[in-house]
């Protein structure tokens, strides 16, 4: 009788200490997702966050809880999450390519570590700022503030965040050395997965008030699970580059003579250009947004605002050029034909049909034919909210959490969880979760 992957999963030590560990981690997150930070009255903010939702003035509010599980508008302690840190790696990564100094330092011995001590530094900057933006953001709020010195409540604020936020970080961290997973990837699932609830919550009393035909929500909720089908069609298709190392004589021992290949994804760079494009985007709009809740705030700020709305057209045409262009970015960044051809070239290995002279430009080529659907089909996932939002008048928060950036996260990363999982069973010689105990890709 075939044992149970499931039961496997917690007779495994090592497996089951890391699974409830992630749990735990994951449990602190969320229940610094609802502690609010002092100094701020938690009642006001549910009536007001309330009165938006109401008069469906909460774009805003939505996109910057969409990565936290609604720890934005609880105004937590978390309510930063890891964002600001995904937005100084992408700095960190263009200033490495940039600045040829800095590329020195990080191919030097010790030369990573120095670069993300780097951009944790940069990390507490960016936390700085948009803390600063949030106390503008809570001082237009009426009777949101209780402390009566504006300093002081600026000074505690915006030191509670940015140590909150440098804490999210550091559960992450924990979670990649001791956990499961990508513990920043993690972080950000959980806060996806968070607000589902309330999001359904939100549909069912659309339908009960007639705001939505129930025919679309079925029509929308087949629509998605095709694209989820789509999603994990893409995210395990793969194209495979055959290599062939040549025979070596090295004293008495002959190595080499063998074949295998290289496997370049559909879309190789995962997830991480929605992650990107997102993050990069959170800056400029958290700043221009809380600025324009001032009474004082200039035209051209209500007018920036208004471009950067999360569900308006100039937004979403911004967020598809990102997406594209970090997809190229990372890829090259990740899987550089430069370094894999002189990889081949020293171990003595060839293309078939391939000159040796040419693998540089055959690898670049068949990237970049991967790379450009990969990304257009990214970008059309991430679009998708809007779009429905649009056509059907679904609440935003269902939008978000039914597709788009949600989407490519909840199952890219429970496809690498399962992995990792997969991977720990049959290392302890258990079968995987699937039949044939392997997660199976497709080859093109």
């Not at 990237?367 to 909210?385: D, E, M, Y």
């Not at 939008?399 to 990792?420: A, P």
């Amino acid at each position: 009788m075939a044992s149970n992957p499931i039961v496997n999963m917690f007779k495994v030590k090592e497996l089951r200490d890391r699974l409830f560990f992630t749990l735990l981690i994951l449990a602190v997150f969320r229940l610094g997702s609802v502690l609010t930070i002092p100094g701020i009255d938690a009642n006001v903010l549910i009536k007001y966050f309330d009165d938006l939702a109401a008069q469906n003035k909460n774009a805003f509010v939505s996109y910057m809880d969409f990565f936290v599980g609604g720890a934005f508008s609880n105004f937590s302690i978390f309510m930063l999450g890891v964002m600001p840190y995904i937005s100084m790696q992408i700095i960190m990564q263009l200033a490495v390519i940039i600045f040829p100094s800095l590329k020195r330092i990080s191919q030097e011995d010790g030369g990573q570590r120095k670069v993300a001590q780097y951009t944790r530094i940069g990390t507490i900057l960016v936390c700085l700022i948009q803390s600063w933006g949030i106390t503008v953001y809570a001082n237009s709020i009426p009777g949101c503030i209780v402390l009566q010195n504006q300093i002081a409540f600026r000074l505690l604020a915006m030191l509670t965040v940015t140590t909150g936020s440098m804490c999210t970080i550091w559960l992450g961290d924990q979670i990649t050395a001791r956990g499961i997973g990508n513990g920043i990837s993690m972080i950000i699932f959980a806060g996806i997965v968070a607000r589902l609830p309330n999001a359904c919550l939100e549909l069912g009393q659309a339908v009960s008030a007639g705001e939505v035909q129930l025919v679309f929500v079925i029509l929308v909720l087949i629509m998605f699970i095709a694209i989820i089908a789509l999603v994990i069609y893409e995210e395990s298709g793969q194209r495979k580059i055959p290599v062939h190392y040549a025979k070596r004589v090295v004293g008495r021992k002959m190595y080499g003579g063998q074949s295998t290949y290289i496997p370049f994804k559909v879309n190789p760079s995962n997830v991480i250009p929605l992650i990107f494009a997102s993050s990069i985007l959170t800056l400029p709009l958290t700043l221009v947004s809380t600025l324009a809740q001032g009474g004082n705030s200039k035209p051209w700020i209500g007018a920036v605002s208004r471009f950067l709305t999360p569900n308006g057209v100039w937004y979403n045409i911004l967020l598809v050029l990102l997406i594209i262009f970090f997809a190229y970015f990372y890829t090259q960044v990740t899987l550089n034909p430069t370094e894999i051809a002189k990889n081949i070239r020293e171990n003595g290995g060839s293309i078939p049909g391939v000159r040796t002279d040419k693998t540089e430009e055959y690898l670049t080529k068949i990237l970049n034919r991967l790379i450009l659907p990969g990304s257009l089909f990214l970008a059309f996932i991430a679009v998708i909210p809007t779009i429905i939002q649009q056509l059907f008048g679904f609440p935003q928060s269902i939008c978000q959490l039914m597709g788009g950036t949600s989407l490519i996260i909840m199952v890219g990363v429970d496809l690498d969880t399962m992995s990792q999982v997969e991977a720990l069973l049959k290392m302890h010689h258990h079968d995987g979760l699937t039949k044939k105990g392997k997660i199976r890709s497709r080859s093109l």
